[in-house]
């Protein structure tokens, strides 16, 4: 494992071996009970079947699963509709004055109660729209949107209609949607004018413009209302949300789809510059995210008010606020803003007003908090919270220790919940009735879900022994493929181990069998719990003008998690004197120029210029020694460089540019 996470940090979360039992109380509450071990793996596509006729069929399935090694099907000749099961069956159920959401906007004051009857008229009206827009099942639509009620009703009507949405998340920019609208050849985009972000109106029209001028193909574009902002208009492919949808009837009958049928796609980055479009299935995600939310946080639909504190452009939000949540009918609080909007306390004023019960974040927003200090949550009453999860990355077992008496009230359950988008729903987690976690550990895999940490060779490590995080058998949730290129599917996922799914991470199993994830195990990084791949961002450094080669590297930070390093070679003439003007200026725009092509999240925090990288004889760039520099340890072994002399002056040249951070 030579690209695994520093062995210090390792070290650290090895020694941890503290545990955090529930209390008497919570444990006999608990949906999920001890014996359910037992039952999902005494034979799992038997307890999964049960678990997916929680589901409405409309026609009821006889085949559970078929595996057809790399592809798999369940439950496929059932038929349903995922927003029949996210709405209309609570409705019809009577619970149709159920607040489905709490909106919370940016603005003070600014906020809205969606119901479910409410959320079932607006993705009616959203349904009946696309068909008028001569919308047919299996066509893509792209969502660019803000924090907003509407961005889900988008999601649930192309779910309604069968058209697979691929929501891009609201920080990308016109580059990358532009990729991703054209790699899925959506014919339609869903934005609005712009978002609210820290008290500023930021375009997202402006965005979705730039890049359809490059895809033809798109022939109209849906636009929210949301800021009041300026745009530009194109007459006959735009259309106001406003004018367009909440004009249509508000009841639509929704068609069946096979189990099987793709509900959505999620462009995530790999160890190649290009995303991968992970595709979803319908039955099988469904029974997978509604099933994990139930046991997993624990949720009482009559009781619970849960707010998973993620954007709907990642799959978080796809999976534990859109379609998990709203499956099993529980309501739940939506907030626009960064978290520190109206005060560094927003979160907990919040949590107070809205009673909260159940919080789901990342490590690194966790951190964020820690940093600015306990009075915020001190000076609010967070007693409604009975249960904490986090999600994203490793989390460190300080952040654990401070969520869970900080915010906690050292009561409330910690889930630590290992997940990607490629495997739909959480797969690895403590259940808060039963486990008795150690901070850091994400501990066990979920019922029904079999789990390895195996050595090159595929072979069972042994316990206090790290290797590579495998699945062994098909999941309900987990990815149909990757969007147009079932070669990549295989290989990139199902080849490396033979019949087992890579997972990309690497783990340790302690002493007591507990799982432990330790970080991707690829080129691949994660700050602030998104992923990035360092290729997807050389790609874009080696764009710029001025720039010949570049190198990057995922370096420890203390509260993104990873932070984005670059080592980058001007082309000659370019160059640049050190700690010179023009070397700043050079450097931010590379900068900028990394935002503009990819996002904002993906600019490095560092940039050093250098002559030279180091390679090894055969070329290859050695990011094993640039990641040491860049967190400043102890050089490794060089003698396979051409020039071992390079790395020295790399680090020379990182040192002379320590307080570069911004
Ligand atoms: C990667 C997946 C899952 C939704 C958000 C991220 C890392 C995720 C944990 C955790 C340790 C974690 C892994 C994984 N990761 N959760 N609880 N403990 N690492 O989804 O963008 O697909 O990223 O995030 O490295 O492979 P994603």
Redesign the pocket.
Known sequence: MSDSRPEGAVESLLHEDRTFAPSAEFAAQANAQPSIYAEANADPVAWWTEQANTLTWDTPFTKSLTWDLPFATWFEDGTLNASVNCLDRHVDAGRGDKVAFHWIGEPEDDTRTITYSDLLAMVSQAANALEALGVEAGDRIAIYMPMIPEAVAAMLACARVGAPHSVIFGGFSADAIADRVNDADCSIVITADGGYRRGAAAGLKQQVDDALKSCPQVRNVLVVRRTGQEVNWQEGRDLWWHEYVETQPANHAAKSFPAEHPLYIMY?SGTTASPKGIFHSTGGYLTHVSTTHRYIFDVKPETDICWTAADIG???GHSYIVYGPLTNGVTQIMYEGTPDAGGRDRWWRIIEEYKATILYT?PTTIRTFMKWGDEHPASHDLSSLRLLG??????NPEAWIWYRSTIGGDRCPIV????????GGIM?TPLPGITAPKPGA?MTPFPGISIDVVDNEGISVAKGEGGFLVVNAPWPGMLRGIWGDPERYHETYWSRFEGRYF???GAKRDDDGDIW?L??VDD?M?VS???LSTAEVEHAIVGHDDVAEAAVVGASDDTTGQAVVAFVTLKSGKEVDANSEAEAAVIASIRNHVAVSISPIAKPRQIILTPDLPKTRSGKIMRRLLRDVAEHRALGDVTTLTDPTVVAMIDALMAAHASDDD
């Open positions: 995530t990642w799959v978080t990342a986090s999600v994203g990355e490793p989390i630590d919940t290992w997940w990607q988008t490629e495997t690895m994400a997972a990309g991470d994830v970080g991707r691949v994660n719990g998104h992923r």
